[in-house]
């Protein structure tokens, strides 16, 4: 058998540890779980997902990995499939930054009681940092990988106390990934926007509108690499 991951999905299951009891919230296939427990670092975990069709082809991995003892499925929206205290965190992966958003406020109680949330948005993880920040949660630590061909950031997070004080930069780029700028992954994703800003740049008419805020990306980027 093979129990190979993507980097993105191995980097999400390192990044829970050392937590091993765990829901992965749009499981789908439910690989990530699988995975975890034969390779010994999760003890119990809540497969989860809102589709029928997701949550049978998890089941269908699960059998074939005779994990049924180890890992219970759940059908339903976000958080909702689970009780307080059921598990020490969650793993939120391979939807949109808004709809992770969307599923941790739905239910903020219980987001606040995880002792980490691993969090992998495909897109708009800014607004997904904005929301943590706003929401009493820490950024404990960040990957950058580049997984056929696709950048994907991973977000580690921890609730806390205090609100802590992000700057535009921590939001935009990543408060712990932006200090590591020698990071190749991180230097080529935004290198690679970065030029293709610059390209637009130089094609749009000197007055058309969105000339200004481009601008104003090129000098934030700018000033992260
Ligand atoms: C692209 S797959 C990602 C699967 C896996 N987590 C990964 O990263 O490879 C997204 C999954 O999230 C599920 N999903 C979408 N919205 C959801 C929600 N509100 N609650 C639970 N699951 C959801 C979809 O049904 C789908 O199976």
């Not at 932006?178 to 994703?189: G, I, S, W």
Request: net charge negative; aromatic share 6%; hydrophobic share 45%.
């Amino acid at each position: 058998m093979n129990y190979d991951l993507s980097l993105r999905l191995q980097t999400c299951l390192n990044s829970l540890a050392p937590l091993q009891t765990v829901a992965d919230v749009g499981t789908d296939h439910a690989y990530l779980p699988c995975v975890g427990i034969l390779n010994g670092q999760l003890k119990k975990a809540i497969a989860a997902d809102i589709g029928v069709g997701p949550l049978e082809a998890a089941k269908t991995t699960i059998a074939r990995y005779n994990l049924n003892e180890k890992i219970e499925t759940r059908l339903g929206p976000g958080l909702t499939v689970l009780n307080p205290s059921e598990v020490e965190g969650v793993v939120i992966a391979g939807m949109g930054g808004k709809l992770i958003v969307s599923i941790l406020e739905d239910n903020i109680s219980l987001s606040q009681s995880f002792q980490r949330l691993v969090l992998q948005p495909n897109i708009d993880a800014n607004l997904l940092r904005a929301w943590l920040a706003a929401h009493q949660f820490e950024i404990i630590d960040e990957k950058i990988v580049l997984d056929e061909g696709k950048f994907y950031e991973i977000i580690v997070a921890k609730p806390v106390e205090e609100l802590v004080p992000y700057s535009e930069l921590d939001i935009e780029f990543g408060p712990i990934l932006r200090l590591n700028k020698e990071h190749d992954v991180f230097h080529a994703k935004w290198s690679k926007e970065f030029a293709k800003n610059e390209s637009i740049i130089h094609q749009l008419p000197v007055n058309h509108p969105r000339l200004e805020s481009l601008k104003q990306r090129q000098a934030l980027l700018k000033e992260v690499l």
